[in-house]
């Protein structure tokens, strides 16, 4: 399955923003998803994942309460809602696919990857 992430860019402290996944070349609804963020000069980390019905959500300690995850199995996509940004969430945000479920919580059992997109936070 091929992933294409889109919906990054400059932003305030405060503001929100909504990344976007959209899939294709595969059958979207058999995989979980997740999304990922890499800040300069650091590992990539998880940040939110779902499941592949949608009904279960997990998220990083860092941006629980303020970041939530949906999918639309229908358009194949997949949303990062990222509310009351803060600086320290600057980073390049990846979608990824995989078929287990605690697999797209690890960058190293993830199956697909999106390119990224660039999120930037001004203070």
């Known amino acids: 399955v091929q992933l294409q992430a889109s919906g990054g860019g400059l932003v305030q402290a405060g503001d929100s923003l909504r990344l976007s996944c959209a899939a294709s070349?595969?059958?979207?609804?058999?995989?979980?998803l997740g999304w990922f963020r890499q800040a300069p000069g650091k590992e990539r980390e998880f940040v939110a994942r779902?499941?592949?019905?949608?009904?279960?959500?997990f998220y990083a300690d860092s941006v629980k309460g303020r970041f939530t995850i949906s999918r639309d199995n229908a358009k194949n996509t997949v949303y990062l809602q990222m509310d009351s940004l803060k600086p320290d969430d600057t980073a390049i945000y990846y979608c990824a696919a995989a078929t287990i479920l605690s697999a797209v919580s690890s960058p190293d059992q993830v199956l697909y990857w999106g390119q990224g997109t660039l999120v930037t936070v001004s203070s």
């Open positions: 779902i499941s592949r019905g949608g009904s279960g959500t």
């Open positions: 070349g595969g059958t979207f609804r058999t995989y979980h």
